[in-house]
Protein backbone atom coordinates (compact mmCIF):
# COMPACT_ATOMS: atom_id res chain seq x y z
CA UNK A 1 0.00 0.00 0.00
CA UNK A 2 1.03 3.37 -0.70
CA UNK A 3 2.05 5.60 2.35
CA UNK A 4 3.04 9.05 2.91
CA UNK A 5 3.68 10.30 6.29
CA UNK A 6 4.49 13.96 6.55
CA UNK A 7 5.76 15.71 9.69
CA UNK A 8 8.15 18.68 10.76
CA UNK A 9 5.03 20.67 11.51
CA UNK A 10 4.80 23.70 14.44
CA UNK A 11 5.14 27.20 15.86
CA UNK A 12 7.76 29.52 14.83
CA UNK A 13 8.03 33.28 14.42
CA UNK A 14 8.00 35.42 11.04
CA UNK A 15 11.25 34.95 9.56
CA UNK A 16 12.15 31.53 11.17
CA UNK A 17 12.41 28.17 9.08
CA UNK A 18 10.92 24.96 9.40
CA UNK A 19 11.83 21.63 7.53
CA UNK A 20 8.71 19.34 6.85
CA UNK A 21 9.31 15.55 5.80
CA UNK A 22 7.02 13.29 3.59
CA UNK A 23 8.36 9.30 4.47
CA UNK A 24 6.95 7.45 1.61
CA UNK A 25 6.70 3.81 1.15
CA UNK A 26 4.85 1.13 -1.05
CA UNK A 27 5.47 2.17 -4.56
CA UNK A 28 8.33 2.90 -6.70
CA UNK A 29 9.65 5.81 -6.32
CA UNK A 30 11.04 6.42 -9.41
CA UNK A 31 7.82 6.34 -11.23
CA UNK A 32 6.55 9.15 -9.35
CA UNK A 33 6.06 12.52 -8.29
CA UNK A 34 5.92 14.44 -4.94
CA UNK A 35 3.73 17.28 -4.42
CA UNK A 36 3.70 19.59 -1.14
CA UNK A 37 0.11 21.53 -0.44
CA UNK A 38 -1.27 23.53 2.18
CA UNK A 39 -4.74 24.53 3.29
CA UNK A 40 -5.61 27.57 5.30
CA UNK A 41 -8.77 27.55 6.80
CA UNK A 42 -11.63 28.86 4.70
CA UNK A 43 -9.48 28.50 1.93
CA UNK A 44 -8.56 26.04 -1.08
CA UNK A 45 -6.12 23.55 -1.16
CA UNK A 46 -3.22 25.34 -3.18
CA UNK A 47 -0.06 23.96 -4.57
CA UNK A 48 3.28 24.72 -3.05
CA UNK A 49 6.14 22.51 -4.14
CA UNK A 50 6.65 19.72 -6.37
CA UNK A 51 9.79 17.29 -6.84
CA UNK A 52 9.95 14.59 -9.58
CA UNK A 53 11.20 11.59 -8.48
CA UNK A 54 12.01 10.83 -12.03
CA UNK A 55 14.34 13.61 -13.18
CA UNK A 56 14.50 15.69 -10.04
CA UNK A 57 12.83 18.34 -11.37
CA UNK A 58 11.13 21.21 -9.03
CA UNK A 59 8.56 23.16 -9.08
CA UNK A 60 7.41 26.05 -6.88
CA UNK A 61 4.49 28.34 -6.48
CA UNK A 62 5.05 31.95 -6.94
CA UNK A 63 4.41 32.78 -3.05
CA UNK A 64 7.08 30.72 -2.11
CA UNK A 65 10.10 30.30 -5.29
CA UNK A 66 13.02 31.67 -3.72
CA UNK A 67 11.76 30.93 0.02
CA UNK A 68 10.73 27.22 0.39
CA UNK A 69 13.19 24.68 -1.49
CA UNK A 70 12.11 20.97 -2.02
CA UNK A 71 14.50 17.66 -1.81
CA UNK A 72 14.56 14.55 -1.55
CA UNK A 73 16.89 11.70 0.25
CA UNK A 74 16.61 8.48 -1.87
CA UNK A 75 18.38 6.42 1.04
CA UNK A 76 15.28 7.27 3.33
CA UNK A 77 12.61 7.31 0.86
CA UNK A 78 11.88 10.90 1.76
CA UNK A 79 10.84 14.40 0.33
CA UNK A 80 11.43 17.36 2.37
CA UNK A 81 10.42 20.98 2.49
CA UNK A 82 12.55 23.38 3.64
CA UNK A 83 10.69 26.37 4.45
CA UNK A 84 12.66 29.92 5.54
CA UNK A 85 11.78 33.31 5.59
CA UNK A 86 8.74 32.49 6.71
CA UNK A 87 5.44 34.41 7.10
CA UNK A 88 2.05 34.49 9.00
CA UNK A 89 0.31 33.28 5.45
CA UNK A 90 2.14 30.68 5.38
CA UNK A 91 -0.14 29.10 8.21
CA UNK A 92 -1.89 26.31 7.04
CA UNK A 93 -2.38 22.21 7.10
CA UNK A 94 0.42 20.93 5.00
CA UNK A 95 -0.05 17.61 3.04
CA UNK A 96 2.45 15.78 0.52
CA UNK A 97 0.94 13.64 -2.60
CA UNK A 98 2.27 11.23 -5.09
CA UNK A 99 1.13 10.99 -8.46
CA UNK A 100 2.70 8.92 -11.39
CA UNK A 101 4.82 11.25 -12.99
CA UNK A 102 4.09 10.59 -16.34
CA UNK A 103 0.33 10.93 -16.03
CA UNK A 104 0.79 14.54 -14.51
CA UNK A 105 -0.11 17.39 -16.81
CA UNK A 106 0.24 20.75 -13.73
CA UNK A 107 2.49 19.93 -11.36
CA UNK A 108 0.61 22.36 -8.66
CA UNK A 109 -2.95 20.93 -9.21
CA UNK A 110 -4.00 18.86 -6.38
CA UNK A 111 -6.57 16.71 -8.47
CA UNK A 112 -3.52 15.23 -10.08
CA UNK A 113 -2.34 13.59 -7.04
CA UNK A 114 -3.71 10.57 -5.86
CA UNK A 115 -2.17 9.45 -2.52
CA UNK A 116 -1.91 11.97 0.56
CA UNK A 117 -0.80 11.74 3.29
CA UNK A 118 -2.03 13.21 6.93
CA UNK A 119 -1.23 16.84 7.41
CA UNK A 120 1.47 18.49 9.32
CA UNK A 121 0.14 21.93 10.91
CA UNK A 122 2.21 24.72 10.28
CA UNK A 123 2.01 28.20 12.64
CA UNK A 124 3.70 31.36 11.48
CA UNK A 125 2.96 34.08 14.47
CA UNK A 126 3.34 37.69 13.78
Known amino acids: DVQLQASGGGLVQAGGSLRLSCAAS????????IGWFRQAPGKEREGVSCISLTDRGTYYAASVKGRFTISIDYAKSTVYLQMNSLKPEDTAVYYCASALWEEINSELNSYEYDYWGRGTQVTVSS
Open 26 to 33: GFTFDDYA
